[in-house]
């Protein structure tokens, strides 16, 4: 269990994180997201020691963090945002230099992960591509098995098929009993493979949820073909208008008030869809600066 509790940081004057709180389960993969200087980073580098906070406590897998980092170091596996390692050394002696740090490391499975990715071993690392840096930082993140997983922005860089990859490892690991938290302001990816989000705006989570609550609980997209009479539904958001259909935003409380008014009206066809993450996420973002 990783569990992150009211956790704040400022940077002399300058807002880090407010007020952040998580907790992740074995087995399960939650999602960080929002946009630039949200606080992602800032939390993620909180977790792994690397900066002090002000307020709240982080423990993973019961230990106290920055306290007991050295007793659990070993069982984290992290991706920083910028992936550096030793300038000019070559790739494949950087994770035999990498190896040593750990016991029983299971060299097929590094062979594995290097061929999955396309990673070229022979050469040094400041010869390498931004993606393919990343690449480097994903396997010697999690060549050692973790029991935590935490990448910032993992696929930052990464095209979009080696993005596909990256999901692929992210959910075997997972079936390996990994916990894991990743960052990213790429809403589709959060929606593909995490279990549970948490939006953070301005050092806060304003929302967390599984993606499938989140969209359920959310506001509809219900879309009127050839509806007669629209000065009926004055009160509620339009979405989209067109000759052929009007589709309004229906918060779920006014579900019911919409469906009367509805049924006093004449239509051809209706259509009722829940929103994307993307959608629930702008949403959010925009109603919160009104
Ligand atoms: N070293 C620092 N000194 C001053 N302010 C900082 C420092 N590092 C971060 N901040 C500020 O803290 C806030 C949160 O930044 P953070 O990097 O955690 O956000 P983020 O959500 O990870 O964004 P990004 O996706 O751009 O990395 C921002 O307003 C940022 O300017």
């Given at each position: 269990m990783?569990?992150?509790e009211?956790i704040?940081?400022y940077y002399?004057?300058y807002l880090g994180?407010e007020?952040?709180?998580f907790?992740?389960?074995k087995?399960?993969?939650?999602?960080?997201i929002?946009?630039?200087?949200?606080?992602?980073t800032?939390?993620?580098?909180a977790?792994?020691?690397?900066i002090?906070?002000d307020?709240?406590?982080?423990?993973?897998?019961?230990?106290?963090?920055p306290?007991d980092l050295?007793k659990?170091k070993n069982?984290?596996?992290?991706?920083p945002g910028?992936?550096n390692?030793y300038?000019?050394?070559?790739?494949?002696?950087?994770?035999?230099?990498?190896?040593?740090?750990?016991?029983?490391i299971?060299?097929?499975?590094?062979?594995?992960l290097?061929k999955?990715?396309?990673?070229?071993?022979?050469k040094?690392?400041?010869?390498?591509?931004?993606g393919n840096?990343?690449k480097v930082g994903?396997?010697?993140?999690?060549?050692h098995?973790?029991d935590?997983i935490?990448?910032d922005e993992?696929?930052?860089?990464l095209?979009p098929?080696l993005?596909?990859?990256l999901y692929g490892?992210?959910?075997?690991e997972?079936e390996r009993?990994?916990t894991i938290?990743?960052?990213s302001?790429?809403?589709?990816?959060v929606?593909?493979?995490?279990?549970?989000?948490?939006?953070?705006k301005?050092?806060?989570?304003?929302?967390?949820n599984?993606?499938?609550?989140l969209?359920?609980m959310?506001?509809k997209a219900?879309s009127i073909y050839k509806?007669?009479d629209?000065?009926?539904?004055?009160?509620?958001?339009?979405?989209e208008?067109t000759d052929?259909?009007?589709?309004y935003f229906?918060k779920?409380?006014?579900l019911?008030k919409?469906?009367d008014?509805?049924s006093?009206c004449?239509y051809?066809?209706i259509?009722?869809?829940r929103p994307?993450l993307?959608?629930?996420f702008i949403d959010?973002?925009?109603s919160?600066?009104?």
């Amino acid at each position: 269990m990783i569990k992150v509790e009211h956790i704040k940081k400022y940077y002399g004057k300058y807002l880090g994180v407010e007020d952040i709180s998580f907790k992740i389960k074995k087995g399960e993969i939650y999602g960080l997201i929002g946009p630039n200087g949200a606080g992602k980073t800032t939390t993620i580098r909180a977790m792994m020691g690397m900066i002090s906070i002000d307020k709240g406590e982080i423990t993973i897998g019961g230990k106290k963090i920055p306290h007991d980092l050295k007793k659990i170091k070993n069982q984290i596996g992290y991706l920083p945002g910028e992936v550096n390692f030793y300038e000019t050394m070559k790739v494949k002696d950087f994770f035999d230099f990498n190896d040593r740090f750990y016991k029983n490391i299971d060299k097929e499975y590094e062979n594995e992960l290097i061929k999955l990715l396309e990673l070229e071993t022979n050469k040094k690392f400041k010869e390498l591509s931004m993606g393919n840096k990343k690449k480097v930082g994903i396997i010697q993140a999690i060549i050692h098995k973790p029991d935590y997983i935490i990448f910032d922005e993992p696929t930052n860089g990464l095209d979009p098929l080696l993005q596909q990859k990256l999901y692929g490892i992210l959910k075997r690991e997972k079936e390996r009993g990994a916990t894991i938290l990743f960052s990213s302001h790429i809403l589709s990816e959060v929606e593909k493979i995490c279990d549970r989000v948490g939006i953070v705006k301005k050092g806060k989570i304003i929302k967390e949820n599984t993606i499938d609550e989140l969209s359920k609980m959310y506001k509809k997209a219900i879309s009127i073909y050839k509806l007669d009479d629209k000065n009926k539904f004055k009160d509620f958001e339009i979405k989209e208008e067109t000759d052929s259909f009007i589709t309004y935003f229906v918060k779920n409380q006014n579900l019911n008030k919409f469906f009367d008014i509805l049924s006093s009206c004449t239509y051809e066809d209706i259509e009722i869809k829940r929103p994307s993450l993307e959608e629930i996420f702008i949403d959010y973002y925009r109603s919160d600066e009104e």
